[in-house]
């Protein structure tokens, strides 16, 4: 850039525009550089000395000695600009830094005519970098002796440096620490927390202060205090970070122990409350009485609903059991608890009476109840108290005292009864025998002539039938009194195919008639233990009353099925003849009760099958509809596994 100074241009105009300027500013001319014009801020530089006029080299002779002459001579012979920053000068023996600009001045021939000189002195920038610099080396020397891991960043936070003592910790060796050996020495837990309070602080422009955890070379990781504090420059901008990190495992560790204990602590206090506040509600929704007694003495802590509204009016809660129900002290309770507090084994009683007044001035009532006592215990373990479970079964005591009674009542009855069954069917017998012994002897007696009557025929046939009858009731009646007493006959091995041999040989001509065909799907050889005599009764009653209720226009079938089942041996008896409406199944095994009353019958058949069934353990089952047939299922309890098959 070359100042060309125009015929036309006004030199004090110029002039006094240089005099404004902070910098200082000179014109010289020729080859000797005479000073031609300085502006106040160069004048003030040499206050004493004269300039205008006056050669540089006479009136700063120092500075040929340091190269600014040549400068000079430079510019002004070659044409050629020169500009360098923070050259230091020394004048009047003081050290001065300036940032020069030398400017050729051209006249308008294209010779030159002198320099034009502008300097602005940065002596106190360059003497404070150089002592930042110095600083920060002595600093540096210094990092890598104390006790703590140092470290620097630059504005942005970044490192720039950071003491050997911590790259040999993190194993890193020497050189500068890159990104990677950086976030490899950080807890990956750690990473985002550390770069928000590093974003916070470079906002802020506030001390760094964090705990973070940093990995050792053998990979194993500890808590470090890590503390940074920002270089602020003139106008408060940052220009650097200077830090430490301090070693503070133990005492993190400390910390993180005692906050896990408090936690844990915090934790159980806040899972036992709940769990009492969960007891507590329970037991005041159970409609069983509950209560809780403290220390030795056994004072009343806690009642639920059950136990307010069993003694009314009392007043339970903070009295001792022996104050506030006195009535219990020669009833055994006081030593019951007594008991248990010392030893913590609990105590279950079932039904135990107890006398108690259940309002103030009423006398004391007779209560029975099923209780529970267990001990309590404090943190030591030792019995702090005991929990107690009670209901009241009075009801249910004399309830059952009441049917015990009536029982007793019933069985007395039952067995006048079944005497005077048996003692009716037993006198009975003879009468009807020997009217069946007269019968037949009239018969005899009578002339042909009468015999040969159509009438005398026809009611001498009704007079037998009624006999048959009779006789037929009496032997069920006496059945059913055997029955009832439970009357059974030497349990023995018993095998169906025995019995079904019997039954087609007992019904052979009605299985003829009907032309009824009877499956049996079980082993031949398989058997069971039950009264051979009963287990014969039960299948000649069920087989005989499928013959009996056949449909008349189809051929009768009966299947009788064997199998297991659980504890039992199902045996499943199924026609498919008249069935059963769904309303009276209800009333099947009920005595002489009769649905189909177009062939003979008493009804009691199948009540004195079920009762055999349940006296030895078994039961009985009935499905039928209408129409599609009857399925009778038998359940015989198996006393012995190998009984069977």
């Given amino acids: 850039m070359y100042l060309e100074l125009q015929p036309k241009l006004s030199l004090e105009h110029i002039l006094g525009v240089f005099d404004q300027d902070t910098a200082m500013i000179c014109i010289v001319r020729g080859k000797d550089h005479i000073y031609e014009y300085v502006n106040a801020a160069y004048q003030n530089l040499v206050v004493e000395r004269e300039l205008l006029d006056c050669p540089i080299r006479e009136v700063f002779p120092e500075l040929a000695e340091q190269g600014f002459i040549e400068i000079m001579d430079y510019v002004y012979l070659t044409g050629n600009s020169f500009t360098t920053n923070g050259m230091p ?7 001065h830094y300036f940032d020069l600009l030398y400017y050729p001045i051209k006249l308008s021939d294209g010779q030159i005519y002198g320099t034009y000189v502008r300097a602005k002195e940065v002596t106190k920038k360059v003497l404070y970098k150089r002592r930042l610099r110095e600083s920060e080396e002595s600093w540096r020397k210094l990092a890598n002796y104390v006790p703590s891991f140092n470290w620097k960043a630059n504005a942005q ?3 720039t440096f950071v003491s050997e003592k911590w790259r040999a910790y993190c194993g890193f060796g020497n050189g500068e620490l890159t990104e990677d050996e950086y976030r490899q020495s950080i807890h990956p837990m750690d990473h985002f927390h550390s770069k928000i309070k590093w974003q916070e602080a470079i906002k802020n422009k506030s001390v760094l202060k964090m705990e973070m955890r940093c990995r050792r070379y053998d990979g194993i990781y500890r808590w470090f205090l890590v503390q940074a504090e920002p270089m602020l420059d003139q106008t408060g901008k940052i220009t650097s970070w200077f830090g430490s990190l301090f070693d503070i495992n133990e005492r ?4 993180i122990e005692k906050q896990e204990s408090v936690a844990k602590e915090k934790q159980l206090f806040i899972s036992s409350e709940i769990q009492r506040q969960m007891l507590e509600n329970l037991f005041n929704k159970i409609p069983a009485m509950i209560c809780t007694l403290k220390g030795s003495d056994h004072k009343f802590e806690f009642i639920n609903p059950a136990v307010e509204k069993f003694f009314g009016s009392r007043q339970l809660l903070g009295k001792l059991v022996k104050d506030a129900l006195p009535e219990v002290l020669d009833q055994g309770l006081i030593r ?8 913590g084994k609990p105590f279950v009683g079932k039904e135990i009476p107890y006398a108690f007044t259940k309002d103030y001035g009423l006398e004391p009532e007779n209560f029975y109840f099923n209780c529970s006592f267990y001990a309590m215990y404090d943190e030591r373990r030792n019995v702090n108290g005991i929990l107690v479970f009670a209901s009241d079964v009075t009801e249910q005591v004399k309830t059952r005292e009441k049917l015990a009674l009536k029982n007793e009542h019933l069985i007395r009855i039952n067995n006048e009864l079944d005497n005077f069954i048996y003692t009716a069917s037993h006198d009975l017998r003879a009468p009807v025998f020997n009217i069946e012994g007269l019968m037949n002897t009239l018969k005899i007696s009578l002339s042909d002539e009468i015999k040969r009557n159509d009438e005398f025929n026809s009611i001498m046939k009704y007079v037998s039938t009624s006999i048959d009858r009779f006789k037929n009731t009496l032997q069920e009646l006496t059945d059913i009194s055997k029955v009832q007493n439970d009357i059974e006959e030497v349990i023995d091995f018993t095998y169906l195919e025995e019995v079904m041999e019997e039954i087609r040989l007992l019904y052979r001509d009605a299985i003829k008639v009907s032309d009824a065909s009877i499956e049996i799907h079980w082993d031949v050889k398989a058997s069971f233990s039950f009264s051979r005599k009963n287990f014969r009764s039960i299948i000649i009653n069920l087989v005989s009353n499928a013959l009996k209720y056949r449909k008349p ?14 504890n039992y ?10 069935g059963i409406p769904k309303i009276h199944l209800g009333k099947v095994f009920t005595m002489f009760k009769r ?3 177009h062939v003979e019958g008493t009804g009691v058949g199948l009540y004195i099958v079920k009762r055999m069934m349940e006296n030895s353990n078994g039961r009985i089952e009935v499905d039928s509809n209408e129409g599609e047939g009857t399925n009778f299922k038998l359940y015989f309890k198996l006393t012995n596994q190998i009984d069977l098959f």
């Avoid at 000068?89 to 050290?95: D, P, V, Y």
């Avoid at 993190?252 to 910390?255: F, M, S």
């Avoid at 041996?569 to 008249?578: A, R």
């Fill in 89 to 95: 000068f020394n004048i009047n023996n003081e050290e």
């Fill in 157 to 159: 936070g970044e490192l």
């Fill in 252 to 255: 993190k560790i400390a910390e």
């Fill in 336 to 343: 019951h608890l007594d008991k248990i507090f010392k030893t």
């Fill in 553 to 566: 226009d189809q051929k009768t079938k009966i299947v009788l099925t064997g199998e297991k089942n659980k």
């Fill in 569 to 578: 041996l199902l045996l499943s008896v199924k026609d498919n003849g008249l």
């Fill in 595 to 597: 649905f189909h009353d």
